[in-house]
């Protein structure tokens, strides 16, 4: 069907027909992506019915809501904005000027921040703008030593900030699991980073950003906090806040923040012009208006007293789920969690985090297999499994379901080449998210 067929048919109908029989009717409609592309389409309707049908356990992913998803899809797609807010290079920018300024009111208003730059693509991006705002190449870096749980972009050797910087690691205890801000300390003062990285992508535990504070001001670095993890707890008040602590907050938007995927920097306003300058021109052209309207969306949400329910749901959760699997004989690195992350290390289960990872997948249960500190094995082969409560508590599980998603990956454990079991736990887990239909995704 035509645009003007289209059009002549709900000037038609729209005058006597109710929006229910509206709905009916143009539901039964190819939608313009199915016309023009059937192939994508199905694909999207296939990966909608996978997360609407699986558990989806990997930490670092979530269900974004229906208005954060039409925010997302919106006509702001067609929109170019270079520039920041009252500066920009293009005409025709009323609107999303509107839009930008929102958001980034919103930010500061959620995270407490004096400034905040919402324009960032991702997170790695962010990154890389802070260190374009204060470093040089050879400067040095200091962050979380990634078998540790770091991040690439904290100085690691095959990233960008690995070959542009001489970058230093801090390590978390071998047997404790646990960063030793002792040893940070020590590591910190004999290397006189230029920046101080706290945070990374698999750490369980609750980040001391104060005590962070204190190592950075006595070596004379900067503070580079990353909470793309973390940052609906911070917002949610279930994780101890960076923000007037470090120099540079950076965050993803999606994660626990359940936003967009893209990414935000928050800082002083001492730092908020090198920030700018850093993310366009140094960094980056036009920002990508549709996520910066449906970043604004979910700051929104953010602002709402449901959100800090959901915050402290996702730690009660990823605790009770924890407690549950340590009853089953998994090994968990410092031996728990404080937040929504646990990192469960399998070698006395003696099974590769690869090959469970699979196994759990055939039985509509999500994760991702990944190393644990001082791993033997190699990071693509690795010991580890990666686990967290963020999507699960966003569809209203709560402890009771932590216990049986717990109960069923030991029974994937026992078995990972029972087809047939599989087979019926994901069965189960239909069922299950039946019960606790995704937002965005359900039907």
């Known amino acids: 069907m035509c645009w003007d067929e289209y059009r002549w048919l709900t000037n038609q109908i729209l005058p006597w027909v109710d929006s229910a029989a509206l709905f009916v009717i143009l539901g039964a409609m190819p939608s313009s992506l199915e016309a023009t592309d059937p192939t994508i389409s199905r ?85 890389l703008a802070a260190y374009l705002a204060f470093c040089k190449p050879g400067d040095k870096v200091m962050g979380l030593h990634l078998p540790s749980g770091g991040h690439l972009t904290h100085g690691w050797k095959v990233s960008i900030s690995g070959k542009f910087f001489e970058a230093v690691h801090y390590k978390v205890g071998k047997e404790s699991g646990r960063v030793d801000l002792d040893e940070v300390r020590e590591t910190a003062l004999r290397e006189r980073p230029k920046v101080l990285w706290a945070g990374g992508t698999a750490v369980p535990r609750t980040v001391d950003f104060a005590g962070f504070a204190e190592i950075a001001k006595e070596c004379g670095a900067l503070l580079f906090a990353d909470i793309a993890h973390i940052s609906g707890l911070v917002a949610g008040g279930a994780h101890p806040s960076p923000v007037g602590l470090a120099d540079v907050v950076t965050t993803t938007t999606h994660k626990t923040l359940r936003g967009p995927r893209g990414g935000m920097i928050m800082a002083s306003e001492e730092h908020a012009k090198a920030i700018d300058r850093a993310v366009f021109p140094g960094l980056q052209g036009g920002p990508h208006n549709h996520t910066t309207a449906a970043l604004a969306v979910a700051l929104h949400e953010a602002q709402q007293e449901s959100f800090k329910t959901y915050a402290h749901q996702i730690v009660r959760n990823a605790k009770a789920l924890a407690t549950r699997l340590l009853e089953h004989g998994f090994e968990l690195v410092s031996g728990g969690t404080d937040n929504h992350l646990i990192l469960i290390d399998l070698t006395n289960k003696g099974l590769p985090g690869k090959v469970l990872a699979k196994a759990l997948d055939s039985a509509g249960i999500v994760t991702n297999y990944n190393s644990v500190p001082y791993d033997p094995r190699k990071p693509f082969d690795p010991s580890g499994l990666r686990i967290g409560t963020p999507a699960v508590t966003t569809q209203g599980m709560c402890e009771p379901e932590m216990v049986k998603i717990a109960d069923w990956m030991q029974q994937v ?26 937002p965005g995704v359900s039907g």
Do not use: M, W
């Open 413 to 438: 454990a026992d078995a990972p080449s029972d087809d047939g079991l599989h087979e019926r736990i994901a069965g189960d887990v239909r069922d299950l998210c039946k019960a606790f239909p995704a």
């Open 43 to 127: 694909l999207i309707a296939q990966e909608t019915e996978r997360q609407a049908s699986k558990l989806r356990l990997i930490p670092s992913e979530n269900f974004a809501s229906s208005a954060v998803l039409a925010a997302t899809g919106s006509a702001l797609t067609n929109k170019y904005s270079e520039g920041y807010y009252g500066r920009r290079y293009y005409e025709g920018q009323e609107f999303i000027d509107q839009i930008e300024e929102l958001a980034i009111e919103r930010a500061k208003a959620v995270f407490g921040s004096a400034h905040a730059n919402v324009q960032p693509y991702s997170g790695s991006p962010a990154n």
